[in-house]
C-alpha cells in the first residue's frame, strides 16, 4: 500500500508540470482539498499526453481511466507553486499505467498512478506501435 | 485490482447519499469528468461521517485521507442523479476503511475505497471506542 | 446596484433547479465560495435552457453568456438544498436576459443576471420565432 | 453595460497574476467554463489583496464580496497561461471596488468588477487609514 521509496524523489520522473495552488483549491479546514489535488494530477497527466504522444496519426485514439489511486502524504498549501511529475510505469496490451508524484521543492507530497486504457471505435484496441514506442521513452526511471 | 463482485451490487452499502450532476461536472468529451466524480465520492463520505459519527465527545478528532482508490466502470453522464453507497470496510487502531459505490439506478459506474486516519493533537491516534462502535454499526455487508 | 425588491421573493420565478451543496463548495472559512455559488446559477440556467427551450429544430443555435452579475446577500452553508429560481427578464434582438435567485427555503441568499447571445453560425442571430415564444412563456413575473 | 475601453489595455492594472489553465477548466465544448473563469479572476483578485493589503495589524478585517460583474469578451482555451490584471477602481467608506482583466498576451478576453466589503465584528466596518493608503497606492490607471 506504501509508495515505493524511488517514487518519493523528483529524479524518476521524465516530465513535469507546474500547478500553481488556487485559492479555490483549499477546503474549509486551509489546506488543499483531497479532490483538488486530483486535479493537480489530472493536469500533469493530461499535458504529460499532450506532450508527448499526440501526433496525426493518434487521433483516432482516445484515453479512458479505470483506476486512480492517489497516496496522500502530507498536507499541501495555499499559495504554493506545485510540481507533478508523470512517467510511464507499465506497458501492456491495450492499456498503461502512469505514475505520478507531486512535490514542494524537493517535498514529495504525494504519488498518484492511474490506468489509461486505449480507445478506438468506443472500445479498448491494442497500442498502435508508435504510441507503444512514445510510452516507452517516457518511462519512470528506477 | 478488479473490485469485488459484491460491491457493484446497491445491497452492502448502509448509507446512500445522493448527488445531482451539475452541467460543471463535465468535461469536453460531455461525460462527468474523472475529477468531478471524485468529488461526488467525496460528498457522499463527508455526508456519513457527518451523519454517523460527529458527536459532541467526537469533536477532538478529524479524518485525513491517506489513500483514495477510485475504479471507474462506466462513463456517468449529465444530467442525471446518482446514488453514492457507502460503508465501512475495515477498522484498525489508528485507520478504518470506507468502501462507496456510484450508482445509475441498479447499474454501478464505480467504487471508490478510501484509507482514513483518525488524528488528534495533530497525530495519529487510537480510535476512541464510540467511534469504533458508531464504525462498527455500519459496515459493507457481503 | 441593489437587486429589485421583487426578485429577493420566490413567486417571480416560474422555474426553480434545487442544487445541494457539496462539502468541496465551501471555502477556507466554511461558506459556500462565490465562484461555487455562481456554478449553482450557472447549473438552474443551464437546466432552465435545457427544460424549456431545447427542441428538435433548436439545435442549430447554442447561447454564449456575454454578462454575469451576482450579487451576494447573505452567506450560504454547507450542509443546505439551495432552490435556485429561474426566468427571462428581457428579450431582445439577438439576446436575452436570464435573472435568477438562490433559496434558502423562503431567503434570498443572492440574485444573478446573464446577457446570453443567440449564436448560429459562430456569430450572433436573430433570435428565431419558436425560441422566442419559448422565452415569452417563462418570464419573470412582477 | 461595455467595459470602459481603456479597461481593455494591460496598461492600467498595476498587479499581475498568471492563472494557466488547467485540463478541469474546461467544459463540454472545449472552451474554458464560464465559472471556472470566475475563478482565474478570484485567484487573482485573492492574490492582489494578499500581496498589498495584508499586514499584522490588518488581521482584524476580512472581505466580502457584495457584487461581482464580469463581462465574457471572446472565448478562452486550454491550454494557456492567463495574466489577470487588477486594481482598485472605487474606495468608500467601508467598501472598495477592484476592477479586473482577463488577457492572453496583449489580448483582453474579459473583465471583471467586485464590491468588496469590510467586515470587523461580523458587520461592515469603516476602512482603516492604513487600508484607505494601500489601496490608494494601487489604483486602476486610466
Redesign the interface.
Known amino acids: ?1 506504501k509508495p515505493e521509496l524511488f517514487r518519493l524523489s523528483r529524479a524518476p520522473y521524465p516530465y513535469f508540470r ?3 495552488a ?3 483549491d ?5 489546506h488543499l ?4 489535488l ?2 493537480f494530477y ?2 500533469a497527466r ?2 504529460f499526453l ?1 506532450h508527448y504522444l499526440k501526433s496525426k496519426d493518434g487521433q483516432e485514439f ?1 484515453f ?9 502524504l502530507a ?1 499541501a498549501h495555499y ?1 504554493g507553486d506545485y510540481d507533478v511529475g508523470v512517467g510511464v510505469s507499465r506497458i501492456g496490451n491495450s492499456s498503461f499505467n502512469l505514475g505520478a508524484g507531486l512535490f514542494l521543492g524537493e517535498t514529495c507530497l504525494g504519488v498518484m498512478d492511474t ?1 489509461q486504457v486505449v480507445i478506438a471505435n468506443d472500445k479498448p484496441s491494442s497500442i498502435p506501435q508508435h504510441l507503444r514506442d512514445a510510452l516507452a521513452r517516457h518511462t519512470l526511471v528506477k
Chains 1, 2, 3, 4 share one sequence.
Open positions: 500500500m507546474t500547478v500553481p488556487r485559492f479555490g483549499m477546503d474549509e479546514e486551509g482539498n483531497n479532490v483538488a486530483a486535479g489530472e493536469e493530461v499535458s499532450r482516445r479512458v481511466i479505470a483506476n486512480m489511486n492517489i497516496t496522500y498536507e499559495p490506468v
